[in-house]
Structure formats: C-alpha cells, structure tokens
C-alpha cells in the first residue's frame, strides 16, 4: 500500500514567499506579462535523471521532423487505427467520455487490454530509428468510470467533505489499479479547480471552494495514482485545468477568470504547486480565458495561448520538466487558430496537442508551421524531450503497461469496501430535528426514483461523458440507496414508490426521500445566470414529491444527490432530516449505514463549500448568502437542532 503524509505547509510556505525571479528571459516578457509572472512564488527544480536526459537527446537527434511532430499528436481511439498509429508516429492516444473499444458500452477488460495491446504495438513497429511507445490516457476522474464493472468512487465535492486526504490518495491507488486493467497508463486527473461560483456545470469535479483543501486533495490523489510511476498499479496523472477553470465569471463553463494577479496565483494557482511538488508529471491546460485586474490590468485571452502563464511561470517559475497537454480541441478557441492549427499554442508552450478527430491535418499544418518559420523546431524539440522524459520515468521503455500484473485483471476495477467507506465519510447531515437514527423494525417508505438508480448516483463521467444514456442494467457491481435500505432494514420493511402516488405516508414510521440533479458534464451542466440555482425550481416535480409526503405526522429524511450546494432551504424546512450526498457513486447504498439499523455509523463529513442561503449566488461564498458555512456538519455525536430556517424568495430571475 503506498501511503505518503503529504505536508500541507508546503502549499503555505510556496504561497507566501516573496517572487525571487520572474525567471530565464525575464526581458522578453511584456510589462502585464512581467506582473503576472511576478506573482507566483518560484519553486526549486527537481534534479533531472542525467542517464534518462542522455538516452531523450540521443533519440531526438535520429528523429525526422514528422516523427517529432507524431510525437507531440494525441488522437482519440474513434478517430484513429493502430496503423495510423504506426504511419504516422503517433505519441499518444485517448478514448473520450463515451467512447469505449468496438463503441460497445459493456466492453470488458479484455476489449480494452486487446486494443490497448493493438496501439501499444503498432507504436513499437513503425521505422523509427529507436522506437518510442505510445502512451494512453482517460478520464479516470472517479474510479475507471468510462469502464463497464468498475467502481465509480463519489466525486470530488463529496470527497473533499471527507476532509481526509489520506482517503483521497487509498482512491487513488485503487483507481490506477483499475486504470492499469485496462492496459491504459495515463489519468486526466486531478481537478484542482478551485470553485468560486456553483453555478459551473463542473463545480462537483472540485474537491473545496478552499484552495489549500483542493490543493491537499490533488496532491494526495497524484500520490496514489502515481505511485513510484514505475509500479504495476501506477499511472500518469494529469494535474487540470491550468489555470483558473474555477473562478469564470458568474461560473461559465470555459469562460472568463477576471482576477488580479495575485489572486490568480494564490487561489487558482495553489493545486499546481503541490502538484509539482507530488511531482505530476502532465498538466492539462485549461479552456478558460484569463482577465488580469489591478494596477496593469491586460486581457490575456485563452490560456491555450498565454506563454508567459504556460512556459514563464508552469515551466521556468515553477519549474515543471514534464508534458503540458491541450485539452479537447482547446485550440481551436485560440485566437487565431483552428481546431487543426496552432502555432501560438506550440509557441505558448503546450507540448501534447489533444486534437482528437484532425490530427492529421494538425500533423500537416504543424509540420508547415516549422518549416516556414511559425514554429522552431527547438520548440518542438523540448516538447518531445519532454514528452519521452515522461515515458521514461514511467518505465515505458524499458516495461510496456501489457506487462503489468493488474492488466486484464477484471477484479482491478472493483473496491467495493473502499468506495463504502468514501460513500459513508462523504455525506453531510445539514439537519436532524429526530428523525435520525431509524429505529430497527422501522416500516419504511422510500420516494424518488433517484432512491434506485445508479445514473443518478454516479452522476457525470459515468459510462458516458455526461452520465446519461445509462441505467442500472449497465451497472453491475454497486448498490443503490433502495439496495442499502432494503439490506439495512429488510425487503419487507422498505416500501419504494418512484412518486409516492397511492400511498398513504400516515402507515410508515419514517419517509426517505431521494431527490436529483440531472447528470451532467462541463458545459451541460452550468446553470446560467439569470436562471435561478434552486433544486425545487429546476425539480419541481422533487419539490412536489416532498410536498406530498411530509406534514403527515411521520418523519421526512430527504437525501439529495447534486453536484453542487444550492439552494433547498425550503426543501430543508419541509423535511426532519436533510443529508447532502453530493455524487456517492456506485456504492450509494452504504449512506443507508449512516441512517441506523444493523451496520450504523456515523456521520463525519463537513461541507467543503458553503451551503447557499439565496437562489441568486453572487460567487466567493459570501457570508450573507450563506446558509451553512464550509466546514459545517451535523451529526450523532455532534447534534444541533436546526428548526424552521428563514426562506428567501426564489425569484422568476435573477437580478
Ligand atoms: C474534456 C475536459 C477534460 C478531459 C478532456 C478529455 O473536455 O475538459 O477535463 O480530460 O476533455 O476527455
């Protein structure tokens, strides 16, 4: 078991010394450029292997430029054949949400480790001189969760309410494992994403509204899924997105971070530096724009496209010596550039082009790039050192990930106990007026069709990109909160009804109500402002379920599955007792140990955002909007009488 204390000082420390440098090339930096850089505090560069960096420049000296430029390609598997792999040197592969071999959702392990072992081999026959093997990499952002059997782990937002890092990094190591059975190497994650707005489709991706939680968090994840990197059961992670996908205005997926400096380093910039100091070895760079305030206040555009964040501070300031990645067709958004074509973005320091469907015409349009002079091919050159300095560390040279002891291990994908453990710490009781715990012998009845099912409960990234397309008959390992009632307190004293109709709650000792978001990913899932962010506005048809059942004399337990806090004050004051669990995964069921009978534990999460007072959030969790501060949580231990809360009116829009 890898376990490693990783010392929250260390973010403190690099956050509060002075900038010493504005590093190499200081004068080639415009004057907002120099401020930016200025505001980042430098870090010590880690001593590079003088035998691996011997082996890199012995390589690239015997590459063509089109293999350089193969090198530096990164296509996606539903675009791209293991021959074109080898005709066209290609470096790296990845498989998006969604995309699985054959395009069969139920694709097993050995699907995976069979084309996993097609790509792997191509890579290793085409002519180069010294042949450079391919590298693959997936969205394993809760578990191996695009893989038919695995378990899917619950998203960060409930994980940083666990407050337990150690917990985070024992996740990680289960998710390499379950990485590594699928013959792949590469996770893109953690998300680091310092969340100011809940607005953002992808504020459950986030481990805390605190950056020295979320910092904490990426840092113990990267440990456990990178390991020793050279390990059976290790694989890259990918620290995402850089930076400042957190903090868009008014929460806009993709959209416009306008912070000073400062700010900018010391919020969005926290993850990054305990990344590096976990030593990730990728980093994802983000769609989002960057606006700098204060004094010299300058538009920076796209990060895809700022030099001076990407190469003067990731790379000289902070001395990052690994890869760089775009993200999906991220450079397409780039001024000037195509979803095929980027010199700014190569100029700017990205090294890996995520160009998952025209690669090729990104291979022709690069390699033009160089040879008019666009692009020199000493860029080119370090992204590619930096590229196999990657693959060495990983071993690839020496140990294809075929070789590995997990790959094509079924029972890799699964940790049920760790997932029930990660389910149980990461629910917050946000109010208990008695209903908790049930009485055994309870006659329960359960409402909701989010109580049985396992979309609802995995939320986004789960099979598919955006959770959807699914239902529970493509979940075959896991339990449901229906599953875990029914276990907890017998078939016979759990009534389900998916909208309560027919029932008279008046005959049962306790209501649990299971409310939901839609599943949702990225974009799909903001909230756009003047929408009001209200569960009971955006589910009326939940709003009404609660409705029905409570008032009638008999307990009301409401659980809601959401991606983010918002706004159910006046869900919270028609029922005794409200627990935000947030996206548990596919282990749901263990939150009914948390409700009493057999296997009772207790509650322990504290939330990691605050909880909204106000439908209509302004960003950065100000006190007068809130509800529950971060950091609160209830439990058997620690009971507090919650009593009728004050409403606030859910307006048409917001103002
Ligand atoms: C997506 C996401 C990124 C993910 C990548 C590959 O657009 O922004 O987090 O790793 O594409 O799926």
């Not at 109500?513 to 048809?541: C, F, I, N, T």
């Amino acid at each position: 078991m890898k376990s490693r204390y990783f010392p929250l000082l260390a973010i403190a420390v690099g956050l509060t010394s002075t900038a010493s440098s504005a590093g190499p090339g200081a004068s080639a930096w415009s004057p907002p450029e120099r401020q930016a850089i200025a505001a980042w505090p430098a870090r010590k560069a880690g001593k590079p292997d003088p035998a691996i960096e011997r082996r890199i420049a012995a390589i690239v000296a015997g590459m063509t430029l089109e293999q350089k430029v193969g090198q530096i390609t990164q296509a996606e598997i539903r675009s791209i054949t293991p021959a074109e792999v080898s005709q066209y040197y290609i470096g790296t592969i990845l498989n998006g949400g969604g995309a699985w071999p054959e395009m069969n959702k139920h694709a097993s392990v050995t699907d995976w480790t069979r084309l996993a072992d097609a790509y792997a081999k191509a890579a290793l026959a085409s002519d180069m001189k010294v042949k450079v093997p391919l590298i693959w990499g997936i969205d394993a952002v809760h578990g191996n969760n695009n893989v038919y059997g695995a378990t899917l782990y619950p998203h960060n937002i409930g994980l940083g309410a666990a407050h337990e890092p150690a917990l985070v990094e024992r996740i990680g190591w289960a998710t390499a494992k379950a990485v590594r059975a699928t013959g792949i190497g590469w996770a893109f994650a953690p998300t680091v994403a310092v969340v100011r707005n809940q607005r953002w489709g992808r504020t459950y991706e986030s481990y805390s509204s605190d950056p020295v939680q979320a910092a904490a968090n990426g840092a113990a994840l990267i440990h456990g899924l990178q390991g020793t990197l050279t390990g059976d059961g290790d694989v890259l992670a990918s620290v995402k997105h850089f930076a400042g996908d957190g903090g868009t205005w008014r929460g806009i997926d993709q959209g416009e971070n306008r912070s000073s400096a400062a700010n900018y380093a010391r919020i969005d910039g926290a993850g990054y530096y305990a990344a590096l100091d976990a030593k990730v070895q990728t980093v994802m760079i983000s769609y989002n724009s960057w606006t700098m305030t204060g004094p010299i206040a300058h538009e920076f555009g796209k990060m895809h496209g700022n030099r001076a964040l990407v190469t003067g501070v990731l790379k000289d300031k902070l001395r990052f010596d690994g890869l760089v990645v775009s993200d999906w067709n991220a450079i397409e958004q780039v001024s000037g550039c195509t979803t095929d074509h980027c010199p700014v973005a190569i100029n700017a320091g990205v090294d890996v082009f995520m160009v998952p469907e025209k690669w090729k015409s990104f291979i022709a349009n690069t390699l033009a790039d160089v040879r008019e002079g666009r692009v020199t091919e000493a860029r080119i050159d370090d992204a590619v050192k930096r590229i196999l300095r990657v693959k060495f560390r990983q071993g690839l040279f020496e140990r294809p990930i075929a070789a590995g002891k997990f790959t094509g291990d079924a029972a890799a994908l699964i940790d049920r106990p760790l997932a029930q453990e990660a389910v149980r710490k990461s629910a917050v009781l946000l109010k208990n007026d008695g209903a908790l715990p049930l009485k055994a012998g309870s006659r329960i009845l359960v409402v909701g069709a989010a109580a049985d099912s396992f979309p609802a409960q995995a939320g986004g990234w789960s099979l598919t990109w955006q959770g959807d397309g699914t239902d529970n008959g493509d979940y075959p390992i896991g339990e449901t909160l229906l599953g875990g009632l029914r276990r907890a307190y017998g078939d016979a004293a759990v009534t389900f009804s998916p909208d309560g109709n027919g029932l008279d709650p008046g005959k049962f000792d306790a209501v649990i109500a299971v409310l939901a978001e839609k599943p949702h990913a990225e974009m799909k899932g903001d909230v756009r402002w003047p929408e009001p962010l209200a569960q009971s506005r955006q589910y009326p048809e939940q709003a009404a379920l609660v409705d029905r059942v409570s008032g009638k004399g008999v307990p009301v337990v409401t659980v809601l599955y959401s991606g983010r806090t918002t706004y159910a004050t006046d869900l919270i004051n028609h029922s005794d007792a409200f627990v935000a669990a947030f996206l548990p995964g596919t282990e749901a069921g263990a939150l009914a140990d948390l409700f009493g009978g057999t296997a009772r534990r207790d509650f322990s999460a504290r939330l990691s955002f605050a909880w909204p007072a106000t439908a209509c959030p302004s960003g950065g969790e100000p006190a007068d909007e809130t509800l529950f501060a971060r950091g609160f949580g209830l439990s058997y231990a620690r009971p507090a009488k919650t009593g009728r809360l004050a409403e606030r009116a859910i307006p048409a829009t917001c103002p």
